[in-house]
């Protein structure tokens, strides 16, 4: 069997490692990020949901195999396009998990046991939750937070319930964004493309984008100034603007450029919004970090 490792590394969706920064949130606003041996531990942390998540994407690409088909975009990917046989894309899932669990028990059982509800939950997704209308997204936002958590149990650091707040709602925030594009996208042939599109509409998913947008900037402003986590002096306010620009700069994107599909092509595309998301991990680095005492 002749398998293009072209072909497996665009099935494990590469941009979408992006998405694992999360997993560093704990040892960063715990004040830990220049401690080498727990940074490393959390890079390798994320290296393993990366290759978890991969994992996931292949199967529910294995899945969605006909539905990716009449997508206009998604009929590219390697399985649905014929450029990835089945039979290889199951025999790198199951590689995947005989490397990932092992590891992942060297460094924590609870990090690996946060791994299998991640795998749990994604597979759960792809065959059943997915079709549920509204809680696909709480699914999809659930991977989020399980990642935040990941990082913080594998060195063993207690995360404020905050930053689970703020990262479950920007979570909900890109994931109704995305299936606004989807409907955009493809109008009425949507419900062949994934059939709980067909509960969804524009009007009422802008509705949810709105709370949701909104909700984000008021849990992550008083996440600044209320986390025991974070500085007494409330210093962290000052990246209170950065994430309400970043949020508008989103909603423009969605409702001007047609963007939201691709969330970390979005990002990583996008100059203002990059330069955004840059500029806040800076300052929060420097605010937190910086000889402020």
Aim: charged share 15%.
């Amino acid at each position: 069997m002749t398998v293009s490792s072209r072909a497996i590394i665009e099935a494990f969706r590469p941009k979408q490692w992006t998405k694992n920064a999360v997993v560093f949130a704990a040892i960063v606003f715990d004040g830990r990020l220049f401690e080498l041996d727990s940074l490393a531990i959390v890079a390798i942390a994320a290296i393993l949901f990366a290759l978890i998540s991969s994992a996931g994407y292949l199967y529910n690409d294995l899945r969605d195999l006909e539905a990716d088909r009449q997508h206009p975009i998604k009929r590219q990917r390697p399985i649905a396009s014929g450029r990835l046989n089945p039979g290889a894309a199951w025999l790198i899932i199951a590689a995947i998990y005989l490397v990932v669990f092992p590891v992942a028990l060297l460094f924590s059982p609870m990090f690996a046991g946060v791994l299998l509800v991640y795998v749990i939950l994604m597979l759960a997704y792809s065959r059943w939750l997915k079709n549920l209308v509204i809680l696909d997204v709480f699914i999809i936002a659930a991977g989020f937070v399980l990642r935040a958590v990941g990082g913080a149990v594998v060195v063993d650091i207690p995360i404020s319930p905050w930053l689970y707040v703020c990262t479950i709602l920007l979570a909900l925030f890109i994931g109704f964004a995305k299936r606004r594009h989807e409907i955009s996208l493809l109008e009425s042939e949507a419900v062949n493309h994934r059939r709980n599109l067909s509960h969804y509409s524009i009007a009422l998913l802008d509705q949810f984008i709105l709370i949701v947008a909104g909700a984000s900037i008021i849990a992550y402003s008083l996440y600044t100034f209320d986390s025991p986590a974070l500085p007494d002096d409330e210093r962290m306010m000052l990246t209170i603007p950065f994430v309400i620009h970043g949020v508008f700069r989103y909603l423009y994107l969605v409702h001007r450029k047609g963007s939201g599909g691709a969330p970390e092509q979005v990002v990583l595309e996008d100059k203002p919004l990059l330069a955004t998301v840059v500029l806040w991990g800076m300052m929060s680095v420097t605010l937190l970090y910086g000889p402020w005492d």
